[in-house]
């Protein structure tokens, strides 16, 4: 079951929202799971706090292999974030949540998720994310490009498990990298 996106105010407090479709915060229904947005910084309530996605670094000089180049990258410690509100609060244990790339259709599980009430959210490294979806180039070369100015495209996948069913919402997105 795919996850419904009414409601879809993408600011403010997950508890204050109107969910107005069908489910109400503390009821049996279905839990709604409304996308609260994208970006690459979370404040400590889970709540984007810069939605941009993308990411400058001083340039990758070193010759090496796309191990090399993501290992930098990784290093920087930069993040993609995501955050989603719930109608209700469905417990840690009932949460799964990561990234898929589109071109392959393969999950990676998200470095880390947080559940606070009726916010999930969390994030995954970008080296992690870039290392995951290109895996078969790890040992080749770095590319002239250094995979700059290009939009990667993912997908955001939060899996909630309540009342024996499994309900699911895909958010697409979509980061770049930059050099200076």
């Not at 009414?6 to 403010?12: E, K, L, V």
């Not at 410690?77 to 209700?88: E, N, Y």
């Not at 469905?90 to 999950?107: R, V």
Request: charged content about 25%; some cysteine; proline content about 4%.
């Amino acid at each position: 079951m795919v996850g419904s996106t009414c409601g879809q105010d993408r600011t403010g407090d997950c508890q204050q929202r109107n969910f107005g479709c069908g489910a109400h915060p503390g009821d049996d229904a279905d839990i709604v799971i409304t996308p609260a947005g994208l970006g690459s910084s979370l404040s400590t309530r889970g709540e984007i706090t810069d939605s941009s996605l993308v990411y400058t670094f001083r340039d990758f000089e070193k010759k090496g292999t796309v191990r090399d180049l993501f290992n930098y990258i990784y290093f920087q410690g930069d993040t993609v974030c995501f955050s989603f509100c719930l109608s209700k609060p469905a417990g840690q244990g009932n949460i799964d949540a990561g990234f898929i790339n589109p071109l392959t259709g393969k999950y990676y599980k998200a470095e880390r998720i947080d559940v606070d009430g009726n916010r999930v959210s969390g994030f995954s490294l970008t080296g992690s994310i870039m290392e995951q979806f290109y895996h078969e180039r790890l040992g080749n070369p770095v590319s002239p490009d250094r995979y700059c100015c290009s939009d990667i495209s993912f997908l955001v996948k939060l899996s909630v498990r309540v009342n024996g069913k499994s309900i699911e919402s895909r958010v697409p997105g979509k980061f770049r990298i930059e050099y200076r």
